[in-house]
């Protein structure tokens, strides 16, 4: 039987009266996700790690969720490499975590004492990568240093390789985002994964796909990376869960390594310590309901892949041509990010409207828009009136910043949503350029 997409379908659970624009910030459960986790609610409640009658649907259900989630990384063995975590903050700091005991443990006792791990990242990434950054230098437990944008977004390759040759013998790990989560900038994580096999093939090479994952293709083996951050709420599954990946090739060659030069390294050090979940790797009974609504997340992503990607880049196609059709508005409003549509998420769209305070402009519509002034996970209660980090990176100028929307479209967007959005953006933006 053949399966019926819900592609450009409303939801239920969405407010009559409130566009969501938002879906970079979080994703509506999708209604196939939820019905594949309700069993896990009303019925299967077993502990997975038991081997009784109530325990083997659980266990089942996460094998299936992982294998699920290793066919749309393209990973090779799902019980190796994939591990489930509760959210992309952990995963991040994790796969740092691990680069730099894998580093610390191969280092000589006197390079130990002296040679902090240097972590190299971009001037734009989430917070989950900056912040712990920054909170563990403060520890004196590395060093890092940051890829500066070009005005579209996109890391700088060529100030990417002159810090490999800086740092070079101290550098552990590359983390990069695959695609930006406030402008949609597709970053070229091929080259500085490339860049950095070539200078050290002990480097672990990290991407944060939170942002991209089933919105441009996402492969472990053609991105030349060694782990891999997904997060379920961005893509229909439940807050709560996320998973990263793991290259087994890569951490059994260093282990060996580090091993026969009389060293000793675990490398899920970092994660919780107690009983033998996730293969042993992080402990704590697996939150069986979101694995769940996870797994099938990823293959709903993985089946609609190009039929997501038609459906939302149009959305946000219309979303833009609509705002500058504006007689209004529509003279002031001009597009961030990339220029070249392939370099960019096709749901997503940041748009600058000038002399407007984008921040004013969403409190004032927040019960008929929701939307973000800049990332919402870390915006301020004003609708985040401060001018975003991304923006600054960027070198966008203060006037087009504080006047920036970031509008992100998804699987339930409906073309009747679109224009009701751009009424209402089009109605509070031209009263503030009036009244100013």
């Known amino acids: 039987m053949e399966k019926t997409s819900l592609l450009a379908t409303p939801l239920k659970c969405m407010i009559p009266t409130c566009v969501y624009l938002d879906y970079n910030a979080t994703t509506p459960i999708f209604p196939e996700v939820c019905d594949e986790m309700l069993p896990f609610l009303r019925t299967h409640f077993g502990n997975p790690s038991s081997i009784h009658a109530y325990a083997v649907p659980c266990s089942v259900a996460i094998d299936v969720s992982r294998e699920r989630v290793r066919k749309a990384l393209g990973a090779t063995n799902g019980k190796k490499e994939i591990v489930f975590t509760s959210c992309g903050t952990e995963s991040d700091n994790r796969a740092i975590d691990i680069a730099c005991d894998l580093f610390n443990s191969s280092a000589s006792s006197d390079e130990a004492n002296c040679v902090l791990p240097h972590v190299i990242s971009t001037a734009v990434e989430h917070p989950a990568v900056l912040v712990y950054l920054e909170s563990e230098r403060k520890a004196k437990r590395l060093t890092y240093s940051l890829v500066p944008v070009n005005e579209e977004g996109a890391a700088d390759v060529e100030a990417f390789e002159k810090q490999l040759a800086e740092f070079r013998d101290r550098v552990c790990c590359v983390t ?235 699987r339930h967007t409906t073309e009747e949503e679109i224009s009701r959005a751009v009424e209402a953006i089009e109605a509070v933006a031209s009263r503030q350029i009036e009244n100013k």
């Open 176 to 410: 990069i985002m695959q695609a930006n989560n406030e402008t949609g900038a597709v970053q070229p994580v091929r080259a500085f994964a490339d860049l950095a096999k070539a200078t050290n093939p002990k480097i672990l090479v990290h991407t944060d796909a939170a942002q991209s994952f089933g919105k441009v293709k996402l492969n472990a083996d053609d991105l030349n990376v060694d782990a891999i951050t997904i997060v379920g709420h961005k893509i229909g599954a439940p807050k709560g869960i996320a998973a990263l990946f793991l290259r087994e090739s890569f951490l059994s060659e260093r282990t060996k390594e580090i091993d026969s030069n009389g060293g000793n390294v675990d490398p899920y050090r970092s994660f919780l310590k107690g009983g033998g979940q996730e293969g042993g790797k992080r402990a704590g009974t697996e939150n069986v309901l979101h694995i769940v609504g996870l797994g099938k997340a990823c293959e709903i992503a993985d089946e609609e892949f190009d039929a997501f990607v038609a459906h939302t880049k149009r959305m946000r196609d219309l979303l833009f041509e609509k705002l500058k059709a504006s007689t209004k508005i529509g003279d002031r409003v001009f597009a961030n990010g990339p220029k070249d549509d392939a370099k960019r998420l096709p749901n997503t769209l940041s748009v600058a409207i000038e002399g407007v305070d984008a921040g004013a402009l969403l409190v004032e519509l927040k019960d008929r828009l929701a939307a973000s002034a800049g990332a919402a996970c870390h915006s301020s209660e004003d609708g985040g009136g401060a001018i975003s980090g991304v923006l600054l990176a960027m070198r966008l100028e203060e006037s087009l910043a504080r006047g920036t929307l970031r509008l992100s479209v998804g």
